[in-house]
């Protein structure tokens, strides 16, 4: 009787732990090495610390791929729990929650094929550029290029960054713009360079639908702080399984010198537009000027054409008149002949 009963007081125990168990959707996209798929299961960075969290908290994930923008708005219509490797802005914050802790700094990066004649940006004047929609970095460059009046063309793509990587590939573009870790490691695949401009440095996160329960989010902000304050922890053994060790204790002072750098990069940027636009400026001014000075020109040649035509039949007119005045004369003159004689 004691055997029974402890028996079905153990498989009470099970079920009651079984119905605690909470279920979350996880959306991941292609963007190697932060998430990708792998054998048909999610892998990378932010699967293997989401899943080890999981695991210790009895959560049951449910994962499925998406493109970006496609897994974006399943998390702000609420069909997704939870969506990685996001860049947090102000625009996506309004419509979800973002987790407090950062899990890796990004930014992102220009890249033309090695036999490209594109130097730097100034090059990409009436350029292709292939780039992911909604992407954070190519919303941050369209807005560069639409404020210092850079005309390129974009290729939007509903996709993700090895995509923009084969239309590089194809020629179906002059250029592209990728997360700068994507491109460091696929550069040599492809045959690629980077122009060395810093795009939008961001904090990468996890992306939740709006009404999350805050305790899942704080729970996984909760191991993400601890984590990163242990040098042994999952974290760094993560981030060292895909980087190497150190990447990530410098990844915070690369941070700051790239945000410098790309301080001083768009300073000069800023410069060279603003010169661009002044030389452009004066060019018009000058172009309207000989335009104005051409007409005026047009308009005296006109008046001397005029002239001398008129000079012309004035001659003329002189001339009829002096052959008439000498007729007149020789009338004249026979008339007094007759008289006299």
């Excluded at 625009?91 to 594109?118: C, D, K, M, P």
Aim: glycine share 4%; proline share 2%.
């Amino acid at each position: 009787m004691i055997y029974r009963l402890s028996i079905f007081l153990v498989l009470l125990f099970s079920i009651s732990i079984t119905g605690l168990s909470i279920e979350l959707k996880v959306g991941y996209y292609d963007n190697p090495p932060f998430c990708y798929e792998k054998n048909g299961q999610a892998a990378g960075i932010f699967p293997e610390l989401l899943s080890n969290i999981a695991r210790k908290e009895n959560w049951n994930l449910k994962y499925e791929k998406f493109v970006f923008a496609e897994g974006l708005e399943k998390i702000y219509s609420g069909q997704l729990d939870a969506f990685m490797v996001v860049a947090e802005i102000p625009q996506r914050a309004e419509r979800a929650t973002f987790n407090r802790e950062t899990v890796l700094y990004n930014w992102g990066e220009i890249y033309v094929r090695n036999s490209s004649n594109i130097r730097d940006i100034r090059d990409l004047e009436n350029k292709t550029i292939a780039v992911i929609k909604d992407d954070v970095y190519f919303l941050a460059f369209k807005e560069i290029s639409t404020n210092f009046d850079l005309k390129v063309e974009f290729i939007e793509v509903e996709g993700d960054y090895p995509q923009l990587m084969e239309m590089m590939y194809s020629k179906q573009a002059d250029a592209c713009i990728v997360n700068r870790i994507f491109g460091q490691m696929y550069t040599e695949k492809y045959n690629l360079k980077n122009l060395g401009l810093v795009i939008s440095p961001v904090k990468l996160k996890f992306i939740f639908r709006k009404d999350i329960d805050r305790d899942i989010v704080d729970t996984i902000d909760s191991y993400l702080e601890s984590w990163k304050n242990s040098k042994n922890s999952p974290y760094y053994s993560t981030i060292d399984k895909y980087f190497g060790t150190g990447v990530v204790k410098l990844n915070r002072f690369f941070l700051y010198s790239l945000i410098s750098a790309a301080v001083v990069a768009f300073v000069l940027l800023l410069f060279t537009i603003v010169l661009k636009k002044l030389v452009n400026i004066r060019t018009q001014e000058l172009a309207n000027e000989k335009e104005a000075l051409t007409a005026a020109n047009q308009e005296l040649l006109a008046i001397t054409e005029e002239l001398e035509t008129t000079q012309s039949e004035l001659d003329k007119t002189i001339e009829k008149l002096e052959k008439l005045i000498e007729l007149i004369a020789q009338m004249g003159k026979k008339i007094y002949l007759r008289k006299n004689f």
